[in-house]
């Protein structure tokens, strides 16, 4: 909503600068979102009268003006505007004037011929083009015949005016008008309010004349008001009316379209004006529409309606559709000489599924889908026919229809003040809060209860208690209630554990040189092709958003790892090669037979590239046993202790000979893997890419944070290094677990420090080297019983595997 | 004879005095007091001489052995401490030369900010609530006093999935969840942090953001304590010099309904580009808990009251690292994650 400064004085007194006023409305509840100026960087501009055009002598597109802005002295002027004449009244900006975007007119040669000064358009003068007359949106702006010469231009045309653009909150319905802002205004600096003028006299006699108006549902048009107008003289409404609109946005037409525009602007009323003399028989029905029903709107759109939406029509079929917009066959045309005002109260419901399903919103739309003044139609029509009459545009017949079916029920909702300290801790006497509703026009009467407060029709938005708690704390201010902090029982603020695991987790990763990140968790289908998921993979089920913002958005993801290759791709095209990433969010599976879908918290990491090296350290490749080393760590950080790797084939978009299920205990809580080479091409990524992709409630389900304290051994341990040549095909865990298994309980440790294929083992072979570690708790070993543990350890591999023990 | 002795003290002090090296200090302690020693040998000619000499000579050898010995203690130490700085200046390092790398990775700006956040209301005696991402219309919409073609919910344009479930627009369903859940227990005292969607996509929008919402419900709540709580956060999140102002604005779940601007903290309030030169910086919207949410959640709301508040953890982080497109937040460049 745009509010002129300058209009809004009709309506009450202002004593502040628009900057001020803007500031107090919007402590007030009535934002403003910005204020514009139109005027503010023009000046030297006057209204001046073409004497005389001539063709320019060098130029086919250029004429030569001389203008005479009142004195004595005629100004020559070259031009290449086509709309004007002689005699016409226009702004003339002279030389050394200043124009919108830091123009300034300086004499000039155009041609060969000087020019001193330039004829402005809206546009030079920093009007909207779109709230010019069509004829002048492009061309030269033509003032009134009857301006004064020589006068500056700018208080003519509201230069020297500052628009208010509110924004509302969708409950204040009321303030998309000027009254209502006024309202407001008088409000806050407690000033009287002032109507504009509605009364009206006829002067055509009804007889001869029909209007009749059936509502056929009355849930959905509580009211029609129908008056007639004759002796209509379509014409240009006046300059002021004009200046109004165009600051409020709208585009003049013609008068009486104009001045359904301006009382809509100025009593937030929605009109139509219906061409009577192409409305059959003067009879309007109000109904709903039939689902095979079509009609032409004034925007020449053919509008497919259904029983839905509600629409005008006569006997002959549809004329409008209802508070949305009007029928191109009953419109306001030059030769019109009849018309009939509608002032109408359409339910909000109805007209906002009615612009949304036809894509159509309109200024009236917009107004009767948040609830209009019920009680105020009849003053809407009566002030558009007074100003019609005013203007000389119409006679009024002696003729109103009022079809009011569904009267407005007046509220009163008893406010108690105990409420209001209990809700805003504020102690504001009983006569000052009945004082602030009086000022925001409610009537106010003293009860024993407390304040029995009646709502005007104007205020739709207000029916319980607590709505009038709030209409005299932002009257009161917000700002002038003390602060405190609740008081009441203590409750303990803590993380409870899953959350303290992700934020554990999180922190390990981090401080583990890996970047987190955050993908959205829609995506394109298409990424289940990329990974070459089977066509019927449970994880192409997806649940699938039915107004995406676009196919790249379309669906909840499954996985999370594929928004990590899109994170290392991104980042490869912009040379960073090297990443280590995680993300911790959710994936959706939809549930047969459940409303919602499952929402798995997951974990996922991709490692590609190597560790930055130093020129004293070299680089180290990040991949599946770098990984993994992660997942290790990151396991025991979270107080896993049994873990096991189980090697994978098939699983898609891992690598089939470099992928393992990651089991805890008995539960398989993820996956961990080299990227299928097909995927990694398919991704353009240029380097191996491994991954682990872990369902984070069951990994909280297996990790814990107990841990005992086991006594350190008081006695030495004993090393031996172990290294036997055995196939390679052997998984390194079986062996650790043949290992485990013939020895005691005195090996207290086993670890891997060497794997060697290559000339000295032979083809199929490799030589894996083990450090072990053996200890008691109650004595120091001798050599003979450490050589007889490692002794039952050959053993068993030599039996096992043929393995060979290397010398 | 104690002529000899004098002239081998004499000797042995410049010898010593020469000498710079551990070697040659070893070899002069043998010429000097070593059994073929000169010192050594003077004395065995001891025996010549006369019993009255005996006692003279006899003290002035020890003498001479004595400060011979003070003498080799003194340049041993000498020399020893000469090395060792000889050593140490040897060893010697560029400690301008760049430390072994050590890999360190980033916490996601969202992430830091939204634990910031958490941990000031942990604080002051929140927990933490989570709920679905994604919700039936009920506890999105219509469990917030937001019945079907209210005008409000055009505030949110949202994602559906069908016309009874979409993607959250807020996370106050989580707050209806837990109201339902603890009724007619109390206090209520929660945040909700996490994902929410809405159809917007721009510098300041995306359709994917993140929020932290939360509410207060017990006997006697109060509008001032919404005002005195969310002052508390405003200082610890953006510093103690904060103010904070209030501004009624409407949210179809509470009334009365605020938006909370911040004093601009580039400019101090005086009005700088991040305020667009207003002084003050929308961060959050509250308001005391709408009546009808509470009673649609199974508390009277004549005997309970409460407020709710909610903020986008974009804008906070934005504001925060003074970051002015919020896509920057989704495009997970490492080159920005690793600023954080």
Known sequence: MRVSYKWLKEYVQIDVPPRELAERLTLAGVAVEAIEEPGKDISNVYTGKILKIEQHPNADKLVVCRVTTGGDEELQIVTGATNVREGHIIPVAVVGARLTGGLTIKKAKLRGVESRGMLCSGQELGLDPDTMPEDQAHGIMILPADTPLGVDVKPLIGLDDAILELELTPNRGDCMSMVGVAREVAAIFNKPFKMPETDVAPTVDAAGNNVKVDIEDPALCRRYVARLLKNVKIGASPAWMQERLRAAGVRPINNVVDVTNYVMMELGQPLHAFDYNKLKDGHIIVRRAADDEAMLTLDKSKRELSSDMLVITDPGGPVAVAGVMGGYDSEVTPETKAILLESAYFDPVSIRRTSRDLGLRSESSARFEKGIDLTGCRRAADRAARLLVDMGAAEVVDLVVDNYPRPWIEKTILLRPQRVYHILDLQIPQPEIADLLIRLQFQVKEDEKGLLVTVPGFRPDISLEIDLIEEVARLYGFNCVPNTLPVGSVTQGARNYSQELALKIRNFLATGGFSEVITYTFVNPRVFDLLGLAPDSQLRKTVALKNPMSEDQSVMRTLLYPGLLDVLQRNAKRQVKDAAVFELGRVYHPREGETLPLEVTTLAAAVTGSTPGGWNRSPVTMDFYYLKGVLDALLVQVGVNDVSYVPVTGAPGFHPGRTAAVICGETEIGIIGDLHPDVQEAYDLSRPVTIFEVNFDKLAGVSGNLRRYKSLPRFPGVERDLAVVIRNDIPCADIINTICRAASALLQEVRLFDVYRGKQVEKGRQSLAFSLKFQAADRTLTDDEVNKQIEKITGALEREYAAVLRS | ?340
């Open chain 2, 1 to 340: 004879m104690e002529d000899k002795l004098n002239s081998i003290l004499a000797d042995a002090r410049e010898a010593l005095a020469k000498t710079n090296n551990l070697n040659e200090l070893n070899e002069l302690r043998v010429r000097y007091l070593g059994k073929k020693g000169s010192l050594t040998m003077v004395l065995r000619g001891m025996g010549s001489l006369s019993p009255e000499e005996r006692p003279r000579v006899g003290q002035l050898a020890n003498e001479v052995r004595a400060e011979i010995e003070n003498i080799l203690e003194q340049r041993l130490a000498e020399i020893k401490r000469k090395v060792k700085s000889a050593k140490l200046a040897e060893e010697k390092i560029d400690v301008t030369l760049p430390g072994t790398p050590f890999l360190i990775g980033h916490k996601h700006p969202l992430t830091a900010v939204q634990e910031e956040i958490e941990n000031i209301f942990l604080g002051m005696g929140y927990s933490i609530e989570e709920g679905p991402e994604i919700e039936t219309d009920y506890y999105n919409f219509e469990a917030l006093n937001l019945p079907k073609y209210h005008p409000a919910r055009d505030m949110q344009d949202s994602f559906f999935i069908s016309p009874e479930v979409l993607l959250r627009t807020h996370t106050s369903p989580v707050q209806v969840r837990t109201m339902e859940r603890t009724v007619p227990n109390l206090p209520v005292r929660i945040i909700a942090p996490g994902k929410v969607y809405r159809r917007d996509d721009d510098a300041t929008h995306s359709p994917m953001f993140h929020q932290v919402e939360g509410l207060v419900i017990d006997k006697r709540i109060t509008f001032g304590d919404l005002k005195g709580t969310l002052q508390v956060f405003a200082e610890k999140m953006f510093g103690p010099k904060t103010r904070t102002r209030f501004r009624p604005s409407y949210f179809p779940f509470t009334e009365p309904s605020a938006e909370v601007d911040i004093s601009c903290g580039m400019c101090d309030g005086k009005g700088c580009r991040v305020c667009s030169y207003t002084g003050w910086l929308e961060i959050l919207g509250c308001g005391m808990v709408h009546p009808r949410v509470l009673e649609m959640s199974g508390y009277n709301s004549e005997d309970v009251t409460g407020f709710a508040f909610g903020m986008g953890v974009e804008r906070i982080a934005m504001l925060k690292y003074d970051i002015d497109d919020m896509r920057l937040l989704f495009d997970n460049d490492l080159r920005f994650l690793a600023q954080f």
